[in-house]
């Protein structure tokens, strides 16, 4: 029994003194390795700044040395990014690029009061007022063009395009913008006053002036950093087509939007929001309609919208998977949108007719988008085009105008500076998602904020603004 003691104390003790060995070999593998991370971390950075002399030493130089240059955003951009102004095409010659924005003061009197008639013209129940949200003025657009004149200086001109309104704020005296009306574009008047903006983009290919290639936005959306033509269009990759990781799976709940016009005459699709199947069941008598429930497919025009062009669309290329569109800058050709255009004249005309969202009208920019895509595939013009997921790329930051109180809404705005911070996006967006009217008091409140916020942003007035504008 003695023996047997000695050696389980014999077993244990060596198994201490093998533990502090290898806690020991443990503690020297890690402190090697510490070594080795700071030896990496000088050497990369004595690289770097061996190719800053080598290159762009004398910008480094400047901006080191410069005592006006003190937000580190800006020492960032002017190091990392080549001059905008430089950037030329392959003949030696920088392209014309122009900006439209389409803009409407939804806070505007006589706006309301156009929209309301129109609303029970159109014998629409009360609760459609909130469709009014839609258009609420956060004042973004001001803010909006500071930051391309900061962070896309190589735009030639911007054209706003407008019922007629002007912000108080533009001077209507700056070289590089024009004020487009609605009466200036669209070709039969009778189709006036406007209220959707699928409408309104259906002719917008159609301003004077208009380089071929340009960008459209939106008053909501903010360029928070640095942009240059090749995020848009390249000779290489062609056209940088953003969409979001959503595509058009289903018409009903039991229909694949791909059935709709392929050519194949399915009772599970003779729905309302599949459009009866397209032409698939045209000249077939007896068809026994979908029995189920396509309430929630119906409700939503701006979807109905998408999926009656992506019907189209199979019609005249044939079924296949289509994503949608990012909410961003796009950049349009002229020449394409107008072949899109005139390819669906019927269907264009009655989009540029409605007054209000319908779910029988074209999505211009899906149409767009998709259009390049199969004229890629066509090999037509020799058009090409690379698919970029903005959320996965951390392109974009959503920020949603909504019914969150006062302190949910400072919260929002330090998330939202610490995400520009951190992800530098190439697109800061605003939507309004509010599901109530939104009153007075409120609204001066969040405007009141947001322009705090935006402010913080871009300070510098820009050159479309009057003097002594904040």
Known sequence: MLVLKCCQSRVLV????????????????????????????????????????????????????????????????????????????????????D???????????????????????????KPEVLALNRYNDWGTLKYSMRSVEKNAPWIRHIYLLTNGQVPDWLDLNSPRISIVTHADIFTNKSDLPAFTSPAIESHIHRIQGLSNRFLYMNDDIILPTKVYMSDFYTERDGYKLRFIEERLEHCNKVCASNSVNNGICEANCTSPSCEFDGDDCKGIANIPLYMGSDKEFMYDSWGGSLRHTHFLLNKMFGPKDRYIPEHAAHMF?????????????????????????HHLTIQPEFAYYNYLKELEELRTNNVR?????????????????????????KLQFKWCKRE??????????????????????????????????????????SQFEKKQTL
């Not at 690289?47 to 006006?68: C, I, Q, S």
């Not at 389409?102 to 156009?114: E, M, Q």
């Not at 255009?341 to 007719?353: G, I, L, Q, Y």
Request: with cysteine; net charge neutral.
């Open 14 to 97: 060596r198994r201490m003194i093998t533990a502090q060995l290898c806690w020991k070999k443990m503690h020297h593998v890690l402190f090697c390795a510490l070594v080795l991370l700071v030896c990496l971390t000088v050497f990369s950075e004595r690289r770097t700044k061996f190719a800053e002399k080598d290159g762009d030493g004398e910008d480094v130089k400047y901006v080191a040395e410069n005592p006006y240059i003190g937000e580190r955003n800006e020492q960032i951009d002017t190091v990392r990014y080549p001059k905008l102004n430089d950037i030329e095409d392959e003949k030696g010659e920088q392209e014309d690029v």
């Open 99 to 125: 900006v439209v924005y389409t803009w409407v003061n939804g806070s505007d009197p006589a706006f309301i009061k156009d929209f309301q008639m129109m609303m029970k013209m159109q014998n629409k129940a």
């Open 333 to 357: 050709d002229k020449d394409v949108l107008s072949k899109l255009v005139e390819s669906f004249p019927d269907e264009w005309n009655r989009t540029s007719s409605t007054k209000i969202r």
């Open 385 to 409: 085009t690379t698919t970029i997921w903005t959320h996965k790329n951390a392109e974009k930051i959503d920020f949603s105008m909504d019914n969150r109180g006062v302190i949910g809404r």
């Open 420 to 461: 520009i911070l951190l992800k530098r996006p190439k697109f800061l967006v605003f939507s309004d998602h509010f599901t109530r009217p939104v009153y007075s008091n409120e609204k001066e409140e969040i405007q009141e904020a947001l322009t705090k916020f935006l402010r913080s942003l871009f300070p510098v007035p």
